[in-house]
């Protein structure tokens, strides 16, 4: 018999982490700076531990919509300044709004570095955010919002979540309610803007092409001056404990059923993240902060994933996956599906539970096992290719955690066994607390 | 060939069976690789009454190829630390593999199977048959593909490659069978007419030796060429269509274009950044969202490609406002094909342009997507290190006539979709 050649696993970084220099300034800003040399970009990202963890019911969708005001005007950069500084050079930019967090970022070709440190430290504390731009930026908020909710997904989502939360602010979606849409002031919305965003509670991350020396220099020069401010925010009233389930149906346009169910999963910071990793990596075939492919997001459909041979090959799902996202507090642990033509809801409920109790009883296979830790290290083996993806993923982990959770949750996730999976699923799935949001479409299918 | 080592110049090859192979040094820190094999497979190739073929075909040859299924594929790539991608549209179908550079000849090796040998198994054919039909009637119930969709069956004749979105109609994708994707494939992933993209710290020498071997079967022969018929519609049209329920309404305005080949095509490129496609800078974002505060989204876009072309003006908005942003976007298109284009506003354009190259040598993907333009469209080995020349070169009175032909108002159709009865 032939014997064939083994692939190695991949079990090193081919793209290495960058070695990462890190100060703090005297009023509260941390900095973190990965150069690059060959790097023909550089790229700046600002992450406030700022998001939508911090609004109360009537501000909802504060944090995101200063995001926007953050591109609307400062005292050096008038309205529509910012987006021409950086765009007229070639660079790009944006900014994105999360529960726990809001990012904003710049890549620009290397030369051109200080046009977005010049920005940065323009609007981190002096952001106009005048009553008229406030005001004209209230419908383009809500066209987000309403472009949003055509989509089944992103309203069953928000009410899994209203479901889920009675006290705790992860209740509502970082794009906010409608009704505070329409009623926040620009008075509040100033408010909050002056006691949260601030050197204290900012991260700046520069990676790329720049000189250590020179660019530290500069960041001093830039961000100094900048008084310490920023509120605390850290979010004092947990969510109690639920207890039975709680179930919500909708309905509205669509062309076939889809549900989503959630348990209450830890905050990233918890000895139980790993293997919670792993039971999101063993059925929906991906985890989140290691997943594999060029891009930044998650990649499609894993054939192995037990959600999709279980679901999609069966003819039950057209679409199943399962997601579980870092959250600084504890959150949820979901499964989404997308029911095949002709399957009821019930019948596809009726299925994950299946797989579910299936992992519960069993725990994971040896060789599911060496699967999901391949696609793992997989995930961290090509992280850090260009600027850009160097600025999310160092700001990422440190906005959430520290600069140095990532390699010590990659070695945990290694280490992690399938007893360990299998308990962690009895944990998660079994306590009675779930929630479980069903969508049905009203209209016949259009004409095709 | 020899061993350049500028991302921005590629060189052209003669691979097997008559496939031309082009070769693009890696951005300077990439550790990665990316290879593209690009058939003549697109939809517009799908026989008659058999919608649909295409894009299945193209589905299939990720779901297990050569001695490994659908599963075991994707636990070699897991090991390989690659990944394995298709993409149709309407003229081909691209096979992309991606990974460590250090894994390349593996890789490649998992390429040509996808492309060579792929299993196409039943149960995989069920199952992406099922996907697709589902996403096609969830794109009709959505009012942004659903507004592209009417779009360009108001700009194209039946028969128009443009004129579908390529995923056929239920009928037509559940009568087709195993054997008619053997066969599509057997006629269209051939050498001649084919292409070999990678973009690779390979030497060119290894690389061609390479895939000489890995696709040594490839097929010896043309793809069935296809006629396209005219794209000029006589009249200018207006479509609307309430999906009530909704929350936004999609705004098109658009019409057929020139080819990528037209020599007009840089200074209608130009035309289209200044209306919409620069996006935070154009004027239509300026003025729906940044001035008038009517729309999340508004940019334009021009398709130029081997068989044709479309531009498309676009905006999504609240029922309350949509009527407001559809004269915005007529106007704007009008203007900017009407009325020259100040010096300023079309330098600071242009030189964004010309900058944001640097952005794409970033990662090995997007310099990949450089050279995928260049291997399509036959461009000079060189087009990249002499398109801000190129660039620098047009007159605002050249971009402005360009316009006019590229952006033809006078036959354009608008399209609302979305729930126009709350308006």
Same mark, same amino acid.
């Given at each position: ?64 919509? @200063?995001? %926007?005001?953050?591109? !609307? /005007?400062?005292?050096?950069? $008038? ?6 500084? #950086?765009? =007229? ?50 419908? @383009?908020? %809500?066209?987000?919002? !309403? /472009?949003?909710?055509?989509? $089944? ?6 009410? #899994?979540? =209203? ?286 | ?423």
């Amino acid at each position: 018999m032939r014997v064939r050649a083994a692939l190695p696993e991949m079990a090193r970084r081919v793209v290495p982490r960058p070695k990462v220099d890190s100060f703090r300034l005297a009023n509260g800003l941390r900095v973190l700076l990965a150069p690059n040399p060959e790097s023909p970009t550089a790229s700046v990202w600002v992450w406030y531990r700022v998001g939508s963890k911090n609004e109360h019911p009537g501000i909802t969708g504060a944090s995101h919509w @200063v995001e %926007h005001m953050l591109f !609307e /005007g400062s005292p050096r950069y $008038p309205k529509g300044a910012i987006d021409r500084a #950086v765009v =007229q050079v070639g660079g790009e930019l944006n900014a994105f709004t999360d529960t726990d967090f809001t990012a904003y970022f710049s890549t620009v070709p290397r030369d051109h570095l200080s046009i977005p440190l010049d920005i940065e430290s323009d609007r981190m504390t002096r952001a106009l955010l005048t009553d008229r731009e406030v005001e004209r930026e209230r419908t @383009v908020i %809500h066209s987000e919002r !309403e /472009g949003n909710e055509n989509w $089944p997904e992103f309203r069953v989502e928000e009410e #899994v979540y =209203q479901l889920a939360f009675r006290i705790h602010p992860y209740r509502w979606d970082a794009l906010g309610r409608r009704e505070d849409i329409e009623r926040l002031t620009p008075e509040e919305l100033r408010s909050y803007y002056h006691k949260f965003y601030g050197t204290r509670n900012a991260l700046l991350v520069i990676s790329g092409g720049f000189d250590l020396r020179n660019t530290a220099a500069e960041v001093r020069r830039r961000f100094s001056s900048l008084p310490a401010t920023g509120a605390d925010v850290a979010v004092d009233h947990p969510e109690p404990a639920a207890h039975g389930e709680r179930r919500g149906e909708l309905s509205g346009p669509g062309t076939t059923p889809y549900l989503q169910m959630a348990w209450r999963s830890p905050a990233l910071d918890d000895p139980l993240t790993p293997a919670t990793m792993l039971v999101d990596t063993i059925l929906g075939g991906e985890t989140r902060l290691f997943s594999a492919g060029p891009g930044w997001g998650r990649a499609g459909e894993h054939p192995s994933a037990r959600l999709c041979r279980a679901l999609v090959e069966t003819g039950l799902a057209v679409r199943a996956t399962s997601e579980w996202r870092p959250r600084v507090y504890p959150g949820l642990f979901t499964i989404q599906a997308q029911a095949a033509r002709g399957v009821t809801l019930d019948r596809l409920e009726s299925a994950i539970e299946v797989v579910v109790e299936r992992l519960c009883r069993s725990g994971p296979t040896a060789q599911e096992m060496r699967d999901a830790q391949t696609r793992i290290r997989r995930g961290a083996a090509l992280a850090y290719e260009g600027a850009s993806r160097t600025g999310f993923r160092l700001g990422y982990f440190a906005v959430l955690h520290s600069s140095s959770f990532e390699d010590q949750l990659f070695q945990q996730l290694l280490a992690v066994r399938p007893r360990e999976v299998r308990d962690r699923a009895r944990q998660l799935f079994g306590s009675e607390t779930r929630v479980v949001v069903r969508y049905e479409p009203t209209g016949g299918a259009p004409d095709e | 060939m020899s061993n350049r080592t500028d991302p921005l110049r590629v060189e052209y090859a003669e691979g097997p069976a008559g496939m031309r192979i082009v070769r693009q040094p890696p951005p300077p820190s990439a550790a990665t690789f990316s290879a593209t094999y690009v058939g003549p497979a697109g939809w517009a190739y799908d026989p008659a009454g058999a919608g649909g073929t295409a894009r299945l075909t193209g589905q299939l040859l990720t779901s297990g190829a050569g001695r490994r299924n659908r599963i075991e594929l994707a636990r070699y790539l897991d090991r390989a630390g690659g990944t394995l991608s298709t993409q149709c549209d309407p003229e081909s179908t691209d096979v992309t593999v991606w990974g460590p550079a250090d894994q390349t000849e593996r890789l490649l090796g998992v390429l040509a199977d996808a492309v060579l040998r792929p299993r196409f198994e039943v149960a995989d054919l069920d199952r992406v048959r099922r996907q697709l039909i589902e996403r096609q009637l969830r794109e009709l119930a959505q009012p942004g593909a659903r507004a592209d969709r009417e779009l360009f069956r108001s700009i194209f004749p039946a028969g128009h490659p443009y004129h579908t979105t390529g995923g056929g109609d239920r009928r037509s994708v559940t009568r087709l069978r195993r054997g008619d994707l053997v066969r599509f494939h057997a006629r269209h992933f051939v050498g001649d007419g084919g292409l070999f993209v990678a973009t690779t710290p390979m030497s060119s020498r290894s690389l061609v030796a390479a895939v000489h071997r890995m696709f040594a079967d490839l097929p010896d022969r043309r793809a069935p060429s296809v006629a396209v018929p005219s794209a000029s519609p006589s009249t200018k049209r207006e479509v609307s269509l309430d999906l009530p329920g909704r929350t936004q309404v999609e705004v098109r305005f658009g019409g057929a274009s020139i080819p990528r080949a037209d020599p007009g095509y840089a200074a209608s490129y130009l035309a289209n950044e200044v209306l919409g496609g620069a996006t935070l800078l154009s004027r239509l974002f300026t003025r729906v969202r940044s001035k008038g505060g009517l729309a999340y989204h508004a940019s334009s876009h021009l398709e130029a490609m081997r068989f044709g072309g479309y531009w498309v003006a676009q905006a999504g908005a609240g029922a309350d406002r949509w009527k407001k942003v559809v004269p915005m976007l007529r106007q704007e298109v009008r203007r900017i094909s009407e009325s020259p284009i100040p010096s300023t506003e079309l330098d600071l354009i242009r030189e964004s342009r010309i900058g944001e190259i640097a952005l794409a040598l970033e990662s090995t993907s997007d310099a990949h997507e450089l050279a995928l333009d260049v291997a399509y469209h036959g461009l000079p080995e060189d087009h990249w290190v002499t398109w801000p020349a190129s660039l620098r070169s047009l007159s605002p009175t050249e971009v402005r006539r360009a316009a006019e032909r590229a952006f033809d108002v006078r036959h354009a159709t608008t399209v609302v979709v979305g729930p126009l009865g709350r308006g």
